[in-house]
């Protein structure tokens, strides 16, 4: 197969959701999974680069090509099988997330992994990443709901790994039993994923959803923590700041709320018990300001708040955007904590945010998982290396407290100088080597998670 060379076709591969841009040499847009066997065959023989790359909406430069060529999932989007009885479905990798979890409603499969941007992301894309969303929080990333998948490894040869099920298992070093679990999130790394397989569970109960206001941040997280503490049972807790709330008020003339700080809450309930008194009584006793709760029990509603939430990682990709000519743009950071570290993290972070004159800072995000996105704009090259110097910071922080430098985007091309924040030399020698026996001419995703050169 010929690679694409057209430079106008090529320019629309090159850039991600973060506005990360590369050089592609050429791409490649197989239909079959032998072709991709062609491919890859060719560029191990010719020492070749071969990026993987989807709809690109990932936010870490990991999709594109800085050399080398593209390698596209698009024309691999079939459903191969979908097995209602056991609840299991056989994609390529080029299926739509949010289509797929549509066809399996139909089918009376829920299939739980919702990254915010699942209408925007392929399957391939979400299993590279490990991707995961709101609802993680109860039912985990993507990684738990991957049965097997079939990659076509660096050398050209194409294998299938699947997951064993066995409850013990003693059998050789942990990381080894299931070898599937280095392919999940390698972002790339470790050769073209050509089919998956997932697994799905019945429809839980009915949920409802909530956005619930406090009058300010120490409040409404404390609120989370209580939660967990508690062990409450609620599918997502995810936090909104003040400035993203605003941001919502001038955008988005149906939102209706004051410049509160706001805790997104979804609970599932069963016919027997529709919670009600629970949460009425919890929240007037822990601070929320129940008179301006927006509360939703339809699937209009539902999708009302849900659309609110993808409001603002997207609004700010677009605010930030403008200014990646002057150098700047948005610095986004994606650490995590263990939850109830989370206030004192965030305020570690605010007061480094200020003490560095960053003023346009956005918090939004995953606090129930104590996983806060914080997003700073940056309007130049003076600024954005002063944020990148605060995300130093707040990394070698979480580190020291037992937290990652990364929950969910990985590290793609922009995240590696956090790496030495998380991992000592050697265990990152370690993975660096895992990395060159699988594909030693270095030819997958140059540039992403490792610097070889
Ligand atoms: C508004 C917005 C909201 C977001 N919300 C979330 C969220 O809630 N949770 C979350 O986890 N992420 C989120 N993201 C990030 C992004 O959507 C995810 O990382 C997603 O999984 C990327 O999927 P994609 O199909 O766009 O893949 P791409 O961005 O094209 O690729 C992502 C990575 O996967 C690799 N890859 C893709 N296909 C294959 C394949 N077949 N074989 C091997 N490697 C492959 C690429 O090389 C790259 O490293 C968000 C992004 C945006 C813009």
């Known amino acids: 197969m010929e690679p694409i060379k057209d430079r106008d076709l090529l320019e629309s591969y090159n850039e991600d959701a973060l506005g990360y841009r590369g050089n592609p040499e050429g791409l490649f847009r197989p239909s079959l999974a032998k072709e991709v066997v062609e491919i890859v065959s060719w560029a191990f023989k010719e ?7 989807a709809l690109r909406s990932s936010t870490t430069g990991s999709c594109v090509a800085e050399r080398g060529f593209l390698i596209s999932s698009e024309r691999m989007d079939k459903i191969v099988d979908i097995d209602e009885k056991n609840k299991i479905a056989i994609v390529e990798p080029g299926v739509n997330l949010g289509e797929l ?46 049965l097997g998948i079939e990659v076509v490894l660096p050398n050209g040869k194409k294998i299938f790994l699947d997951r064993k099920v066995s409850e013990k298992n003693c059998a050789g070093f942990f990381g080894f039993q299931n070898p599937i679990d280095f392919f999940i999130g390698s972002e790339g790394t470790l050769g073209f994923i050509s089919l998956i397989e997932l697994k799905g569970i019945n429809f839980p109960h009915q949920f409802n959803a909530m956005f619930i206001p406090f009058k300010d941040e120490k409040d409404a997280l404390n609120f989370c923590v209580k939660i967990r503490e508690e062990k409450i049972d ?15 008020k001038k955008g988005r003339d149906d939102f209706n709320m004051g410049e509160y700080c706001v805790v997104f809450l979804e609970y599932e309930f069963t016919e027997e018990d529709d919670k009600l008194e629970f949460w009425l009584d919890f929240l007037e006793k822990n601070g929320a300001l129940v008179d301006d709760i927006m509360f939703a029990d339809s699937d209009k509603k539902k999708n009302e708040l849900k659309d609110f939430r993808h409001f603002i990682p997207s609004t700010l990709n677009e605010i930030s955007g403008k200014y990646v000519k002057f150098g700047g743009g948005k610095i986004s950071t994606d650490w995590a904590v263990f939850y109830e570290k989370l206030p004192e993290s965030i305020d570690f972070f605010r007061k480094l945010c200020r003490d560095n004159g960053l003023n346009e800072v956005y918090c939004f995000g995953h606090v129930g998982n104590g996983h806060p996105h914080f997003n700073i704009i940056t309007k130049d090259e003076n600024e954005k290396k002063v944020a990148l110097n605060v995300v130093d910071l707040i990394c070698d922080y979480v580190c020291e407290l037992g937290g990652t430098i990364t929950a969910e985007h990985g590290i793609g091309k922009v995240k590696k100088r956090y790496l030495k924040f998380y991992y000592d030399p050697i265990s990152f020698s370690w993975m660096a080597n895992f990395k060159k026996f699988l594909d030693p001419r270095l030819i997958f995703s140059p540039g992403n998670i490792f610097d070889f050169d």
């Open 101 to 146: 979890k549509n066809i399996l409603k139909e089918e009376g499969i829920f299939f739980p992994p919702d990254p915010t941007s699942e209408q925007e992301c392929t399957v391939g894309g979400c299993v590279a990443t490990n991707a995961s969303g709101a609802r993680t929080l109860k039912y985990g990333p993507f990684r738990n709901w991957v």
């Open 47 to 53: 020492g070749k680069c071969l990026t993987p790359t």
């Open 234 to 248: 609620v599918r997502c807790l995810e936090y909104f700041d003040k400035e993203c709330i605003s941001l919502l």
